[in-house]
């Protein structure tokens, strides 16, 4: 029998794992959305002959095995606290909210719920999962985006920055995971799923924002020292066509994570 899955938040991530889910993904299959543009949601998945019931985000727990969360951050604790109490697996995209609500994650486990976070716009997490095994001494993420990639972020608005005046790369925001992940949270949840894969607390890892308007592509760079590896890497992602803060690896690493769980073989 396969695995009921509902989808929480049909925006650009949301509806890219719909489409591969609908047309097929070996174990799962797509019972229920939610949205709160039920028609713009049905657009963007592009498959009419498919028909996706839509439910009020609070039902998603009632209808699914496996929810796929792709929602704004703001609306991740609410389902998160549904999901665990029903003993649901969350697949969770918007891991920027589990720093700033840490309680959430302490809710996986009771009642056989699951919080799994895949790699999203991010990457090598098989590396720093290992490292973190013998325990990780220094993590850094330098974050590069086009000026308007930040508008509307909580920082931005409170700091009273010009995004439009801003005509060479400058760093924008320089702290820690936690104080960013509350001053961007659309926008680095790479630093929080670099966090949460590193094990170190979020005041450990460095974080740098930087604002460049000659860019194409959204960049990060990662750099994660262990006792006898250090990991160094650097991302170009194209910002996804239908929301150009998001990516579109990190729907791809959401499909990935489910087809992975019925593989009979895999590697990473
Ligand atoms: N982990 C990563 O690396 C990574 C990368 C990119 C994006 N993200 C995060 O993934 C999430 C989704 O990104 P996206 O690009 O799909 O965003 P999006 O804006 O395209 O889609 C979000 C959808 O949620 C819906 N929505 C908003 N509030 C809702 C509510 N209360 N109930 C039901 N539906 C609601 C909106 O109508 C929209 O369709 C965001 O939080 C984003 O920051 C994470």
Redesign the pocket.
């Known amino acids: 029998m396969s695995i009921k899955v509902g989808v929480?938040?049909?925006?650009?991530?949301?509806?890219?794992v719909c489409r591969a889910l609908i047309d097929g993904i070996d174990g799962f299959s797509l019972c229920a959305g939610?949205?709160?543009?039920p028609d713009?949601?049905r657009a963007?998945i592009h498959r009419p002959d498919f028909d996706l019931p839509f439910v009020?985000?609070e039902e998603v727990a009632d209808h699914a095995d496996w929810i796929i969360?792709?929602?704004?951050?703001?609306?991740?604790p609410?389902l998160t606290r549904t999901a665990m109490a029903k003993g649901r697996t969350l697949v969770l995209?918007?891991?920027?909210?589990l720093l700033i609500h840490p309680d959430l994650k302490d809710l996986a486990g009771q009642k056989d719920g699951r919080i799994l976070?895949?790699?999203?716009?991010?990457a090598g997490m098989d590396g720093i999962n290992a490292l973190a095994e013998q325990g990780i001494l220094r993590a850094k993420l330098v974050t590069t985006k086009k000026p308007q990639a930040y508008s509307g972020a909580p920082y931005i608005v409170q700091e009273q920055i010009d995004l439009d005046a801003i005509g060479s790369a400058r760093t924008i925001f320089s702290g820690h995971a936690r104080d960013a992940a509350a001053a961007f949270?659309?926008?680095v949840?790479?630093a929080?799923?670099l966090t949460l894969a590193s094990r170190l607390s979020p005041e450990d890892v460095q974080v740098e924002v930087r604002a460049d308007p000659a860019l194409t592509a959204n960049c990060h760079e990662v750099t994660v020292e262990g006792r006898y590896s250090t990991l160094h890497f650097k991302l170009e992602n194209l910002p996804?066509p239908?929301?150009p803060?998001?990516?579109t690896?990190?729907?791809l690493?959401m499909i990935a994570a489910l087809r992975r769980h019925s593989a009979g073989f895999w590697v990473g």
């Open positions: 929480a938040g049909v925006g650009a991530i949301g509806a890219a939610a949205d709160l543009a713009k949601a963007l009020k985000l969360e792709a929602l704004p951050a703001a609306a991740v609410d995209i918007s891991s920027a909210a976070v895949p790699s999203g716009a991010l949270p659309a926008n949840n790479v929080a799923t996804d239908a929301n803060k998001s990516s690896l990190a729907a690493s």
